[in-house]
């Protein structure tokens, strides 16, 4: 059984839950399954190129304007003029690859291919089933689309905000957002301080700044942390962007409190594994990652739009705090590190809203839309029972 995957590459975090989705089918049902960037393939490389700059770009140097944009387009209607000019893209493209490659089931983890595939639908230019993902707390119009067979969302929340806009029950599932395996294993936390060479005695503050370095103010989180008068150590992640990795480097300089600075990583689990607390902004996998491994978060200038609905979420269910200024970041930071209880909560939080089986649920689903099972569970060790004191 073969499982296409469309998704994109703006940001990351709709890639890696492709890339969860492709290796739980793999393993789960024994066939295929390929991860295609939407907009690289099916549109133009050169378009792929120019829109993902300028979405970074526009976060980076103006939030607020991203910001009206997305919620400008929340309430398009499907079958206005501009939704139907943004499906149009790449759909002869997606139309001859679904011919000429006969996927069983199409899972779409990023909004402009599901609309897509709903119009080849409409137009009787294709039955190959589709399962839309929705990445993010937050319900946006651009996700909803009539020919969609099956929509798997991480929250209550998000099913009821499609069934407000008119999706039926039936064709939503609660889920949670799928995330890597790896998240799921056990962890010894002992053994991965150790290996990063952490005080045991100190606690452990991780810094994600995303893997295209979207949290703004890290420089400003990294000088604080360096002057902070209770004793911590630092972990901070700043992706693909060595400039930044340096300029923490440097701010981080003579801090009294030990410090350790990482360019892109890929053992994210164990870096989270190992901390008490994450600063980050608030991409829909970090959070679910975070959520899993019973982390709780400062949440800390979230991109406008997306990110602000996943605050809301967090904030909403106690597994986060969301300062919007530096002192306030230093005021929440000072708080939670003098009262262990209110930590405790925060973490309890966090791990009440985690959906650990959300991949293997969502190929589930991907599995009866193309006509085929599931092998038998494994008995799973879940990474939620990480000791933290």
Not at 74 to 84: F, T
Request: aromatic residues 6%; proline residues 7%.
């Amino acid at each position: 059984m073969r499982l296409s995957i469309l998704s994109c590459n703006y940001g990351g975090g709709h890639r890696r839950v492709g890339e969860a989705i492709a290796a739980e089918w793999e393993a789960q049902t024994g066939g295929r399954a390929e991860v295609i960037d939407y907009f690289a393939r099916f549109v133009h490389p050169v378009f792929d190129a120019i829109t993902k700059f300028s979405y970074i770009q526009s976060v980076r140097r103006a939030p607020i304007m991203y910001g009206m944009f997305y919620k400008a387009t929340g309430e398009i209607r499907p079958d206005s003029p501009v939704q139907r000019a943004i499906n149009r893209m790449g759909l002869e493209r997606l139309d001859r690859y679904l011919k000429a490659e006969r996927p069983d089931v199409v899972c779409c983890v990023h909004c402009t291919p599901a609309g897509t595939m709903s119009d080849l639908k409409i137009a009787g230019r294709g039955e190959v089933p589709c399962l839309t993902v929705i990445t993010d707390y937050v319900t946006h119009s651009q996700w909803i689309h009539p020919r969609v067979d099956e929509y798997c969302v991480p929250a209550a929340e998000v099913r009821d905000g499609l069934l407000a806009r008119g999706i039926s029950a039936q064709r939503i599932t609660v889920t949670g957002l799928p995330i890597e395996r790896k998240f799921l294993r056990a962890l010894d936390r002992a053994a991965i301080a150790r290996r990063l060479d952490l005080a045991p005695d100190r606690p452990v503050i991780l810094v994600m700044a995303g893997a295209y370095a979207m949290l703004g103010g890290v420089g400003d989180v990294a000088r604080l942390l360096a002057r902070f008068p209770r004793p911590l150590q630092a972990l901070i992640v700043c992706g693909h962007d060595r400039r930044l990795a340096d300029q923490v480097r440097a701010r981080m300089a003579g801090s009294p409190h030990p410090f350790q600075v990482f360019e892109y990583v890929d053992n994210v689990e164990e870096l989270m594994a190992a901390s008490d607390l994450l600063i980050t902004k608030a991409g829909g996998v970090t959070v679910s990652e975070a959520m899993v491994l019973r982390l709780p978060m400062l949440i800390y200038r979230p991109i406008p739009g997306q990110e602000e609905g996943n605050t809301k979420y967090l904030l909403d269910h106690g597994a986060a705090l969301a300062p919007k200024t530096p002192e306030m970041l230093h005021s929440m930071l000072e708080t939670l590190l003098a009262d262990p209880a209110r930590l405790a909560a925060m973490k309890q939080a966090a791990a009440g809203l985690a959906r650990p089986g959300a991949t293997r649920d969502v190929v589930a689903h991907l599995a009866q839309l193309a006509g085929t099972s599931l092998r038998p569970a494994p008995q799973r060790t879940l990474a939620t029972s990480i000791p933290r004191t």
